[in-house]
Antibody, heavy 119, light 107 residues
């Protein structure tokens, strides 16, 4: 069974860094892209990062480019989202997600970890 | 960036009814579209990919259609468990973008 478990969220002050983790199991982590999607309280979904299977290519929207860094450790079956210079507008539930084996939709999601940026 | 305009923002329908949610892309996304269902307090779940392919385990009362810039999600025979928010998402091009969502309630 595919499982994705996020951790590392919490309350941080504006300008602070925070690193989220996504522990994967039930599939070959090294052969899959890893994605991060966030959802501000009561709002819609926003894609924030993707990384290819071997970690050599990363993609971000302009809203986080230069502040967020996505990575993955295939030996540990764990993905990461390093978030720097956090802003109040980064407050959200952060999900890691994986595409389906034969389809490009985000077929598998973790339960999410909540990040609150506030002084 | 490709903008996804989703409508309506909210929808109220009776059990057994058929409902349709629309999504319009700001440019052709060549069927690179997915639909998700999100129940309160839960993670989103994939319903449809490639605009019209039903994800494994999703009831057949859900269907997707469309092409080019116009796409829709149809739910036949509305059930109480369909109360949720629904989001479209394009994955044709980076940055991946989502519609603003449709909140579906039972009348």
């Amino acid at each position: 069974e595919v499982q994705l478990v996020e951790s590392g969220g919490g309350l941080v002050q504006p300008g602070s860094p925070l690193k989220l983790s996504c522990a994967a199991s039930g599939f070959t982590f090294s052969s899959n892209w890893l994605n991060w999607i966030r959802q501000a309280p009561g709002k819609g979904l926003e894609w924030v990062a993707s990384i290819n299977p071997d970690g050599s290519s990363t993609y971000y929207p302009d809203t986080v480019k230069g502040r967020f860094v996505v990575s993955k450790d295939n030996a540990k079956n764990t993905g990461y989202l390093q978030m720097n210079n956090l802003r109040s507008e980064d407050t959200a539930m952060y999900y890691c997600a994986r595409r389906g084996r034969y389809n490009p939709g985000f077929a598998y999601w973790g339960q999410g970890t909540l990040v609150t940026v506030s002084s | 960036d490709i903008q996804m305009t989703q409508s309506p923002a909210s929808l109220s329908a009776s059990l057994g009814e058929t409902v349709t949610i629309e999504c319009r892309a700001s440019e052709d996304i060549y069927n690179g579209l997915a639909w998700y269902q999100q129940k309160p307090g839960k993670s989103p779940q994939l319903l449809i990919y490639n605009a019209n392919s039903l994800h494994t385990g999703v009831p057949s009362r859900f269907s997707g259609s469309g092409s080019g810039t116009q796409y829709s999600l149809k739910i036949n025979s509305l059930q109480s468990e369909d109360v949720a928010s629904y989001f479209c998402q394009q994955y044709y091009n980076y940055p991946f973008t989502f519609g603003s969502g449709t909140k579906l309630e039972i009348k």
